[in-house]
């Protein structure tokens, strides 16, 4: 039998597989992913969410935490930003105060 964490990644991979425009069943894995400590693949379906819509501020949020557990700090503090900018990648310079919370880690 399988287990809920097997079960639900199979659903949401086979909801994604019927409409690759999912963004939701994108964040939903990823979030999945990430606490099957599969960071490197949460943060591909998070991208995927974040690329479906990127105005969701909680895609890049999580997207800048997995980043953070991978290692990747010049990637977190961008998704930061975009986060602060309400989804709009590229927007303002990063602050003191992101640039000591991303120290911290």
């Known amino acids: 039998m399988e287990d809920n964490t ?5 659903l949401l991979r086979n909801a994604i597989r019927t409409d690759p425009k999912l963004a939701d069943a994108y964040f939903e894995l990823g979030r999945l992913l990430e606490k099957k400590d599969s960071c ?3 943060v591909v379906a998070y991208t995927h969410a ?3 819509d990127p105005k969701e501020a909680k895609y890049h949020y999580r997207l800048l935490f997995a980043y953070r557990k991978i290692g990747e700090r010049q990637k977190a503090q961008d998704e930061l930003r975009t986060f602060q900018h309400g989804g709009e990648r590229n ?4 602050s003191v105060c992101t640039v000591n ?3 911290r880690s």
């Open 40 to 42: 490197k693949g949460a």
């Open 101 to 103: 919370w991303l120290a």
């Open 6 to 10: 097997a079960t639900g990644e199979r």
């Open 91 to 94: 927007a303002g310079s990063t």
């Open 50 to 52: 974040v690329d479906l």
